[in-house]
DNA sequence: GGAGTTATTCAGGTGGCCTT
DNA sequence: AAGGCCACCTGAATAACTCC
């Protein structure tokens, strides 16, 4: 088993802020020309040259939809809505880091598109570790011991091969946590993505690369009590080991009938142990109701 | 499913305890 | 150790409602 890369690969959040006039305008202009021309149409913003092309079309209630290599950016007008939602290309967290990646994206709505500073509310976290070392089988599905419900197993689609279908990944539960195992450098190689196999080094070109993933959207993320970005990006190191530790994991078979009571396969632990981030807050996750409870009496106790 | 609620349901995880 | 049994309760999932 060896490790050969780590750390966040998705990233989006919201911001309520009220959106600048000006980049309304720019914004409105460059959707009227793109559904004249029934294609995207590029905007600059003026300050630091941001460049996106903006859809003909919004995206669920947001009027406009602005894409870039770097982010997707959506703005919307709703007073119940975020005006603001982002969504930054894993790409560009890899390319640049994540914390100066998410500086320049700050940088840009503070300056070019928000009237007022406001959080960044994360809406979606994904933590990955790419290895070599363990080429997971079909047979192993029967192996993870997993909170979540419903399981999928993925083969390769044109399966011409003999000795039967080829694994390319599983995918773990369905709500807003969830977890996948996939060939890395077949996705890479099947979309095209030349810059994947660059974050690698010293991996063994004859063997795949695999991929584990679990991807925190906000409702579990809020179990957490993290609410901001800045909050989630320090409290990757322990979602990474609740993911791991608690939520999924991979048993050696014993004699024992029930796999909860199988000991932790080997594999596994080296994958608990990868390090995401070098730092830790000891988050903890409960239900939300109990966190207000907890409020609550918090509140009773300040009050006595 | 975007965000933010609330309410409801129940599979199955957890852990203790007992045999063999 | 292996494994059967059992009670408890957590966490996952769903649905409903709202707004653009």
New binding site residues.
């Given amino acids: 088993m060896r490790v050969l890369t780590s750390g966040i690969d998705s990233l989006?959040f919201?911001v309520r802020a009220p959106v600048r006039a000006e980049a309304w305008e720019l914004l409105k202009r460059a959707k009227d020309r793109a559904e004249h021309e029934r294609e995207p149409a590029p905007v600059d913003f003026p300050l630091n040259g941001q460049a996106f092309l903006v859809k003909p079309h919004g995206w669920?209630?947001y009027?406009f939809w602005a894409t870039s290599p770097d982010f997707e950016l959506m703005v919307?007008?709703?007073?119940?809505?975020?005006p603001v939602?982002v969504q930054m290309h894993s790409a560009y967290l890899h390319s640049m880091g994540v914390e100066p990646a998410l500086h320049l994206v700050e940088v840009f709505l503070r300056h070019e598109l928000l009237a007022a500073p406001a959080d960044l509310?994360v809406?979606?976290l994904d933590i990955h570790c790419d290895y070599q070392g363990w080429d997971p089988e079909i047979e192993d599905i029967r192996r993870f011991v997993c909170?979540?419900?419903?399981r999928r197993v993925h083969v390769e689609r044109e399966e011409a091969f003999a000795h039967g279908r080829r694994l390319t990944g599983f995918t773990f539960?369905?709500?807003a946590?969830s977890a996948r195992l996939y060939d890395k450098t077949l996705q890479a190689a099947q979309r095209g993505l030349t810059w994947v196999p660059e974050l690698w080094t010293g991996q063994d070109p004859d063997r795949p690369v695999w991929r584990l993933e679990f991807a925190y959207?906000?409702n579990v993320l809020r179990e957490f009590n993290l609410r901001t970005v800045d909050e989630a990006l320090a409290a990757v190191q322990d979602l990474w080991e609740y993911g791991t530790g608690?939520?999924l994991t991979l048993r050696r078979r014993?004699?024992?009938?029930r796999e909860?009571r199988w000991p932790l396969d080997p594999v596994w632990e080296a994958l608990q142990a990868v390090r995401v981030s070098p730092e830790r807050t000891g988050v903890v996750?409960?239900?939300v109701r109990r966190v207000r409870e907890e409020r609550v009496r918090c509140a009773w106790c300040w009050a006595a």
């Fill in positions: 989006y919201s669920r209630g009027t919307g007008k709703s007073e119940k809505f975020p939602y509310v809406s979606r909170r979540g419900r419903g539960g369905r709500g946590l959207e906000r608690k939520w014993v004699r024992d009938a909860r996750r409960r239900r």
